[in-house]
């Protein structure tokens, strides 16, 4: 037998099979036999797609968890980012408890200060006390007396008008 020949009794067989299918299908019977054979061929191409795409699928895995991974990181950031435009991170609360122990000292010996070193001082406390706020492992506990110091002679200072 020659290809042409197997193509030829191929066509004739393939219409025999859809005649066959489709008058199945209009019998009172009710059976439809191209919803199972559709199945079956959607099955297989999807089975197909799967083997062919194996590596694509894992790559597409990979690149989800490593986007999951960014967005963390990019909340991360933007938190520290937040942070640090506000004076607020962990850096800048040590030099402001730093600066907030300095002046406290100033204070307990005698020396006066402008109204704007209050305020300035006065910032850094606030900033501070929201870092301890939000970061309950911050070691804290030497600012708290020192900053109700510094309020209480502010407003001291501020009701006499006797700022530097």
């Known amino acids: 037998m020659t290809v042409e020949e197997i193509w030829a ?33 959607k099955k297989g191409l999807s089975g197909i797609a799967k083997l062919l795409n194996k590596e694509v699928i894992a790559e597409i895995g990979e690149v989800k968890a490593d986007i999951t991974n960014m967005k963390t990181e990019l909340a991360d950031v933007k938190t520290e980012l937040t942070n640090v435009k506000t004076g607020v991170n962990k850096q800048g609360a040590i030099n402001a408890r730093a600066r907030i122990l300095r002046f406290g000292d100033e204070l307990l010996h005698g020396m006066n200060h402008s109204k704007d070193h209050f305020d300035s001082i006065l910032r850094d406390a606030h900033d501070y006390e929201s870092y301890c706020d939000t970061h309950k492992d911050f070691e804290n506990g030497v600012t708290g007396p020192t900053i109700q110091h510094i309020r209480s002679v502010y407003q001291d200072r501020l009701s006499k008008n006797d700022f530097l």
């Not at 067989?13 to 061929?41: C, D, E, F, Y």
């Open 9 to 41: 009794s191929c066509k004739v067989g393939g219409l025999a099979l859809v005649a066959l299918l489709t008058l199945i299908q209009i019998s009172p019977l009710k059976l439809n036999p191209w919803r199972p054979l559709g199945n079956l061929i």
